[in-house]
Each structure stands twice: as structure tokens, then as C-alpha cells.
């Protein structure tokens, strides 16, 4: 046990030290700390950290999964369903294939096999590409496609590697069969997701105690998975519907207070998660050479050059086709959705970069088959996989940021987010008139005494007035305006500090100055990118 917290501190201790490096150096985290941890995996005399793949499939991925449901847009999710099928399934279905034709011709695997590898590497990371390219400025729907994409191909990759595996050991497949059940689990993990969902929101509103929440918020994502993987799915449709359905109909049904402590709860578990997540990636490295001695490197080092081929000329040949065929098909489609110019889906395409669940599911390959002898390259299949990811997620995920310099992503972005400012002043002043009118026929009604009614004329005004009146400049006056409210903030925190170090105050009173500090900073760091002072 001692053990254990000592590697978990020396973890936590790495993922600091490393996200303090990548800042310095304007770098993404995730790159970072796949190498530190194959440099701490390469340290002599540091003891093995081996996590279960359970660990990592049933322990880690869940909340991952679930608070990115819960942070997409449902309308934006539905919007843009089509191509977010055509990738998830579609794509991971068709590398799949392909990864499976080259294993058994070129490098001579057994078709089944085959498939147990392509289903292994083909689906791009929910966590990895998004963690470099939210830091890159491209266009949202460019994001929302690659989250919708990165939360459901694991679902598709998860039940066509069980499939395999199964037929691996058995040496029978049926694709009747296969379809069928994937349709049955498709649609049963939809609809319990769905019924969770509805249910940690009841359950929540009874409760009526933000720690409560937080908690039962926490075990949503364990409940939605573990119960339909247990029954043979993959538990991550189950996860998002829940994620989505908490997402779309949680803002009115979860209090404030509810909602202020979980945001800031669920940034630390999933920063956490994800740096160990990559850390962890890293350190397979030392079993993998462990086992490089059972197979022959030469011959390894081909079929990951094969394979990391394989997977990002399938991606480029699904891409494109997906994007403007059913639009040519579909002249409607065409009208009610154009094209896009043709950086995006070259983008798209590009960004496919492997994670943690393939290496789990790598992990969690079976010893032996059915008739007890030993699952047929399974060794080949590890090293296989961690060159795929390591591939992947350091050799596109560096040239990510020339990419979308070479695209210009950042131009169709910075249009994006104006006409986003331009819509958020709209909808802020939009409100600030409705609650106006409801203050209006209160004071009408006589239900407001003249004081009170004085205080909330002026703080509306004050709030009205932060508004800026011009929307072409509004991003840089209001950015401009925070940055002077963080130092009149500061202020205050400083002389409220002297006041109680004089002991003028209590400590009960300088912590509740403190916290309308505090939220009225966090505001504005929440806000600030938007281009809008929050109005507190």
C-alpha cells in the first residue's frame, strides 16, 4: 500500500512538473507527458507501474467520457450527427478492415487476428487530440465533430475488438449475428443512458446538497458504463447519452451553488484523469521491451511503419468522400448544409490521433484462447499498438500547430467567434430587457418596497451599462476592461488582508469578502475569452 501512494505521488508530482514545462514552452501537456513517462519508465531501479487495463477501461475512461458529453452542446451533437456517424462508425469500421488486410497479407497474421489489431488501432482518442487542438483556435464545428467522433468510435472499436477476440478463440464469426447484437447494444445502451440520466437529475433535485450532487454526479458515469459492459456492450454509448441528456436538461433542474462547486470539482478529475492517462501510456514502454526479445524487432518496427500507414491513408480515404459525397447525392443537403472548404476535412482527416483505449484494450487481450493455447501474436499486437499511439499522438500532434497555421483555420475561426460575440451581446441584452419588465410589474403590482426597488434599478443599470454598445471593438474593450477589474480586485483583496491582519474584521467576515472576490474573478476569467464582462 505504501508503494502504491508513493508511485501515485511521484505521478501527480511528474504531471506538475510537466504541465509548469509545458506552459513555459507553449507546448501541448499531452505530448509532454507521453515521453516523461517513457523516460521514467526507462529509469533503472524505478519499480514497474503496470495498471490493469480494468483500471484504465472501467476506473479512468468513464468520467472522461461522461463530463465531455456533458460539456457538448446537445443541439450542436445533433446538428452535426451525420458526419460524426459517417466517422465513428463508418471510418473505424472501414480502417478496421483495412488494417486487417494489411496484417494478414503483408505481415502474414491469421484474417482474425487481423481484425483483433485493426479494431485495436482504429479509433482516434477522445482525449489526446482534443487536449492540442483546443489550444489551436480552429472553428467549434471542427471540435464538435472531433469530440462527437472521439466519444463514440470507442463504442464501435470496443464491440468490433470483442467480436474479434471472440472469434479468435472460437474460430467461428457470423455476420448476421454481429450485426445484429451491434444494432441490440446500439440502441439498449441509447435508451438506458438515457433512462440514468433522467434519473441522477431526479435524484439530484431531491437531494437539494451540492456535496450530495457532486457525489452522485461522480457515480452517473460508473453506473452508465459498468452495467451494459457487464452484460457484453461497450458501456461508452451508455455513458454519452447520459453525459448529453444531464447536458441538455440539467441548467434549470442543477442549482448554483450545485453548479459553481462542480465545475470546478470536475476540472481537477478530469486534469488528473488525463494526465495519468498519458503518463501511464508512456510507462508501457517498459513491458513492451520486455517482450521484444519474443519477437523479432526488425520485423516489429515493419509492421508499426506498416500500420501507422495503414491508419492515416484509410483516414484521408474516408474523410473526403464522406464530406462531399452525400451532398452530391443529396442536392437538399447540399443546400441546407454547404460544403466546407476543403482545410476542414483535410484537418479532419489529419487529426486521428490513437490514445489510452487502445492501449487498454491491447492490454486486455486474453493470454490464451478458448482451446488454451496461446492468443496467436498477441506480443506483436502490444508493440504494434504502442507505435501506432506513440506515432500518432507525438508525430501529428507536433505538427498539428503548423498545420492549422498552413489551413488558416485561425481566420474561419476568429469569424466564428465574432459572430458568437456579436450573438452573446444580443441574448445578455435580450435578458437584461426581460428581467426589466419583470421588475417592472412587480414594482407595478406593489410588491417591492421603494428601497429595494432603488437597489435593483441601479444594479440593473450597472449590469446594463457593462454591455459594450460597439460589437466590432467589444472583444478588445471588454477584454481590456478585465484586465483593469483584475487589478481593482486585487486591490480590494489587499486591503481587506490589512484590515483583518489588524484585526478590524473577523476571519468569518474577510472569508465571505473573499468569496464575492473570488467568484467575481472566476467570472471573469470564464468570460473574458468570450469577449464580454461577466455580470455579476
Not at 16 to 45: D, E, K, N, Q, Y
Not at 136 to 161: F, H, K, M, Q, S
Not at 260 to 274: C, K, N, S
Not at 375 to 400: E, M, N, S
Request: charged share 15%; proline share 6%.
Amino acid at each position: 500500500m505504501t508503494a502504491t501512494i508513493q508511485t501515485l505521488l511521484l505521478l501527480i508530482a511528474v504531471l506538475v512538473v510537466v504541465a509548469v514545462v509545458a506552459r513555459r514552452f507553449h507546448t501541448a501537456p499531452s505530448i509532454l507527458l507521453v515521453i516523461a513517462g517513457i523516460g521514467l519508465a526507462l529509469i533503472p531501479g524505478l519499480p514497474r507501474i503496470e495498471p490493469a487495463p480494468e483500471l484504465v477501461l472501467f476506473g479512468i475512461l468513464p468520467p472522461l467520457i461522461y463530463s465531455a458529453g456533458v460539456a457538448m452542446s446537445w443541439r450542436e451533437f445533433r446538428f452535426n450527427l451525420r458526419p460524426i456517424t459517417l466517422l465513428a462508425v463508418g471510418c473505424v469500421v472501414f480502417t478496421t478492415c483495412a488494417v486487417a488486410a494489411v496484417a494478414h497479407w503483408l505481415l502474414g497474421m491469421p484474417l482474425a487476428v487481423g481484425f483483433v489489431l485493426g479494431a485495436i488501432v482504429s479509433p482516434p482518442d477522445a482525449v489526446a487530440p482534443l487536449a492540442i487542438v483546443r489550444r489551436l483556435g480552429v472553428p467549434r464545428r471542427l471540435i464538435v465533430v472531433l469530440e462527437g467522433e472521439g466519444l463514440a468510435n470507442d463504442a464501435t472499436a470496443l464491440i468490433l475488438y470483442r467480436f474479434a477476440v471472440a472469434a479468435v478463440g472460437s474460430g467461428v464469426f457470423s455476420l448476421a449475428e454481429a450485426a445484429g447484437t451491434f444494432a441490440l447494444i446500439v440502441v439498449g445502451e441509447i435508451a438506458y443512458g438515457i433512462g440514468l440520466g433522467w434519473l441522477s437529475l431526479r435524484l439530484r433535485r431531491w437531494a437539494r446538497d451540492p456535496r450530495v450532487e457532486i457525489t452522485l454526479s461522480l457515480l452517473t458515469p460508473y453506473a452508465a458504463f459498468l452495467l451494459p459492459a457487464h452484460f457484453g456492450g461497450s458501456g461508452v454509448l451508455a455513458t454519452i447519452a447520459a453525459g448529453l441528456f444531464v447536458s441538455w436538461n440539467g441548467p434549470l433542474l442543477i442549482p448554483a451553488a450545485t453548479r459553481l462547486q462542480g465545475i470546478f470539482f470536475w476540472d481537477l478529475v478530469v486534469y488528473l484523469l488525463e494526465g495519468v492517462v498519458f503518463l501511464v501510456t508512456g510507462l508501457q514502454i517498459r513491458t513492451l521491451l520486455d517482450q521484444v526479445d519474443m519477437i523479432s524487432l526488425r520485423g516489429a518496427l515493419l509492421a508499426v511503419l506498416l500500420t501507422v500507414a495503414v491508419v492515416i491513408v484509410a483516414r484521408f480515404v474516408w474523410v473526403y468522400p464522406a464530406i462531399y459525397l452525400p451532398r452530391w447525392l443529396n442536392p437538399a443537403l447540399a443546400r441546407r448544409d454547404p460544403a466546407p472548404p476543403w482545410q476542414w476535412p483535410f484537418f479532419l482527416a489529419f487529426v486521428g490521433i490513437r490514445g489510452v483505449v487502445s492501449l487498454a484494450a491491447a492490454l486486455a487481450i486474453p493470454l490464451t484462447t478458448l482451446t488454451g493455447t496461446p492468443f496467436p501474436h498477441r506480443d506483436l499486437i502490444l508493440f504494434v499498438t504502442f507505435g501506432v499511439i506513440v506515432a500518432t499522438l507525438v508525430g501529428q500532434g507536433l505538427l498539428l500547430p503548423s498545420l492549422v497555421r498552413w489551413l488558416a483555420l485561425g481566420s474561419h475561426a476568429a469569424d466564428e467567434r465574432e459572430r458568437e460575440h456579436t450573438a452573446e451581446l444580443s441574448a445578455r441584452a435580450e435578458a437584461l430587457n426581460v428581467a426589466q419588465n419583470r421588475l417592472d410589474r412587480l414594482a407595478a403590482e406593489g410588491r417591492i418596497a421603494p428601497e429595494v426597488l432603488a437597489i435593483l434599478r441601479a444594479r440593473h443599470r450597472d449590469r446594463a451599462g457593462r454591455l459594450p454598445r460597439n460589437t466590432s471593438n467589444g472583444v478588445d474593450t471588454a477584454a481590456a476592461a478585465a484586465d483593469l477589474r483584475w487589478e481593482l480586485i486585487a486591490a480590494e483583496r489587499e486591503y481587506i488582508y490589512q484590515l483583518f491582519r489588524e484585526g478590524k474584521i473577523t476571519d468569518e467576515a474577510r472569508r465571505r469578502i473573499e468569496r464575492e472576490l473570488d467568484l467575481e474573478e472566476a467570472g471573469i476569467a470564464c468570460k473574458k475569452e468570450g469577449g464580454v464582462e461577466p455580470l455579476l
